[in-house]
Structures are given as structure tokens and as C-alpha cells.
């Protein structure tokens, strides 16, 4: 018996000296990953502009939105990232219109990450007894009259937010040595320059980008930071607004996938310098959980949706005194609500 018990020991020892060093790398890794996230730019106050909603109130008094009939989800086996793209240009105020929302679900047991476009030109009441535009919302009351705002009107919690603005995703583009992305005639001759924008230009200019000499073609193009940010901006081609989610929604799963096939050494110095480009408002808790995900998922399935969802909602003008008559989409809140809840929940 003795003898049987002295042979085992080396290898519990073993065993043990093992998992021992197994928890510690994971410890380590784990440590590295909210460590690198913590570098985000925490300076989440901007300059809040509360009386940009005030000429909408009668026009919101006016609906029934059906607010009484939404109930709230949530799940710690899903992480809601909302990502922002904040439309300001060089010289303005650092607090402007949210004119990209894509709510980000990390969905923990699966490895699935769904986006989710939340389209800027919804008419909505704003939580606090408001209303107005959804992009407007950031613009008012920044990122948390915007979370309050989504989990009244469909009855889902903003665990997070990350914004950036077009020169730091030019900047975060650049790091990663660019995109690959697919493009249409139609989507070529724009970037390129070629179909005589004004709207393109004027954006160009504000935001320092020069197209000249650009020879984007149909299929598929390596293309620069500057080409994909002009990308995500291109609204005149295809169903406007519409399209553009679906371009944003494109680049943000190619981004993911490019870092996830990088090799861990590069994966790392991406890290490193992307952070903090990045203006956040991540707590310890989700930190933790997004890190110990990360250890453990691939996320190598990407979903795709858009709210408001087909046939649940109206587009029509909407007046305001302050900027005039708007057309602007009308969503069945309900409707998109359940929508929105089943595809992040299930």
C-alpha cells in the first residue's frame, strides 16, 4: 500500500504543478485583456447640448407609442456593447450627432456576435418625457440619455458604449493596415470620385481626405483607412441610409475577423494602439466579462439585423422649429422591441 501511494506522487505533483500553471496563464492572459481594455479613453462627458430635443415635443405628445406594453430583458450570458460613430468634423464641439449606432451582442455560450443597426433618423421618445432623433439623443444628453433612451424604447440594457469619431477610425483603421472589402461599379465610381458628389467632397474636405488617384474597382479592393471610412459614410448609392447600415455593419465584422485571424504577437500590438482611440465607458464587471469571453470564444459567427425591422414602421416629415421639416421613421415600438429581443435573447 505504501508503495502504490509513493509512485502516484510524482505524478500529482505533476498534475498539480500543471493546473497550477494552466490557472496562472489564464490569470495572466485574462489580467493582459482588461488591462489593455482599461486604456480606453475614459472621458465620457463631451459637451451636452440638453436643449437640442425641446422643438419636437408637441409632434412626440401627439403618438401613441405604446410604451406601457414593453418590458425589459436581460441575460449576463449576453454583453451589449453599443458601438457609436460620432459625426463631428475638425474644429466643432466634442460632443456631436451619433449618426452610426450598431449595438453589439456578444453572445457568451454560442461564440455569435450579432450587430444590430439602430437607425439615426427614428423619431422616438427620449427618456426623461422628450423626444426626437435618435442621433439627436447622443447629441443632447451623450451616451447615457442615449442607453436610458434604448432600454425604454425596446426594452434592452446597454452594458457599454465605445465612440469613435472619423479621424480617430481613420486613425484605428490605419493600425490595422486596412480592409478588404467587395464593392459594386456604383460603390467604385463614388469613392473614386468619379459621379461628382458634393456631399462627398464637402465631407472630404472637413474630414482631410483626398481621393485623387484612387482606383477602386468592382470586387474586391485592398483598400486604405481613408477609402474605408469614405466607405462607411456612402449613402447615395442604393437604398441611402439603408445600404450605409449594411456597409458599416460589413466593416465592423471585417475588422473583427482581421484581428481574429492575426497571429497573437500582432493581435497584441493592434491592441496596444488601438485602445486608446477608443472613448469608452466599460466598468471593472464588464470588463472582466468581456476578457474572459475573449479567453474562451472564437466569436467566428457573425449576425446581422437592423431596426426598425420591415413593416414596423412609417417615414414621414416631422416639423421642428429648430430645424425645420424632417423625414424621419415613425417604428412600432412593440413590434421592434419584440424583434430586437428575440434576436439578441432568443
Not at 184 to 201: F, H, P, R, V
Not at 207 to 233: K, P
Request: glycine fraction near 8%; charged fraction near 25%; proline fraction near 3%.
Amino acid at each position: 500500500m505504501h508503495h502504490s501511494t509513493s509512485s502516484r506522487s510524482p505524478l500529482r505533483r505533476l498534475l498539480g504543478f500543471v493546473l497550477t500553471l494552466l490557472i496562472l496563464c489564464i490569470a495572466a492572459l485574462g489580467a493582459f485583456t482588461i488591462y489593455e481594455l482599461s486604456r480606453m479613453d475614459r472621458d465620457t462627458r463631451g459637451d451636452l447640448h440638453p436643449g437640442a430635443l425641446d422643438s419636437f415635443q408637441s409632434t412626440g405628445e401627439s403618438i401613441d407609442w405604446g410604451l406601457d406594453s414593453i418590458s425589459g430583458m436581460k441575460s449576463r450570458k449576453v454583453i451589449n456593447i453599443l458601438l457609436i460613430g460620432q459625426d463631428r468634423r475638425e474644429g466643432q464641439e466634442s460632443q456631436m450627432r451619433s449618426d452610426s449606432m450598431i449595438l453589439c451582442s456578444v453572445q457568451k455560450k454560442s461564440g455569435t456576435i450579432r450587430l444590430t443597426s439602430l437607425m439615426r433618423d427614428m423619431f422616438l421618445p427620449v427618456a426623461g418625457g422628450r423626444y426626437g432623433p435618435l442621433n439627436l439623443t447622443y447629441y443632447a444628453g451623450g451616451m447615457e440619455l442615449l442607453d436610458d433612451t434604448i432600454r425604454q424604447d425596446f426594452g434592452v440594457t446597454v452594458d457599454a458604449n465605445m465612440e469613435v469619431d472619423f479621424f480617430r477610425f481613420i486613425a484605428l483603421i490605419d493600425r490595422l493596415g486596412g480592409l478588404d472589402l467587395e464593392l459594386t461599379q456604383e460603390e467604385a465610381d463614388w469613392l473614386n470620385g468619379t459621379t461628382g458628389d458634393y456631399w462627398q467632397s464637402q465631407w472630404n474636405a472637413d474630414a482631410g481626405i483626398s481621393n485623387a488617384g484612387w482606383n477602386l474597382h468592382a470586387g474586391w479592393n485592398s483598400m486604405t483607412a481613408e477609402q474605408v471610412t469614405d466607405y462607411c459614410r456612402l449613402r447615395v448609392v442604393g437604398k441611402s441610409d439603408w445600404e450605409r447600415t449594411e456597409r458599416q455593419r460589413t466593416v465592423i465584422m471585417e475588422i473583427l475577423r482581421k484581428v481574429r485571424l492575426q497571429s497573437p504577437m500582432d493581435q497584441i500590438r493592434f491592441l496596444h494602439s488601438a485602445m486608446p482611440l477608443i472613448r469608452t465607458d466599460l466598468g471593472i464587471g464588464t470588463l472582466f466579462r468581456l476578457g474572459m469571453a475573449a479567453l474562451f470564444h472564437r466569436f467566428d459567427t457573425f449576425e446581422n439585423n437592423r431596426i426598425p425591422v420591415a413593416d414596423a414602421y412609417r417615414s414621414t416629415n416631422v416639423y421642428s422649429s429648430d430645424y425645420g421639416n424632417l423625414n424621419l421613421l415613425i417604428p412600432d415600438l412593440p413590434k421592434n422591441a419584440e424583434a430586437l429581443q428575440n434576436s439578441i435573447y432568443g
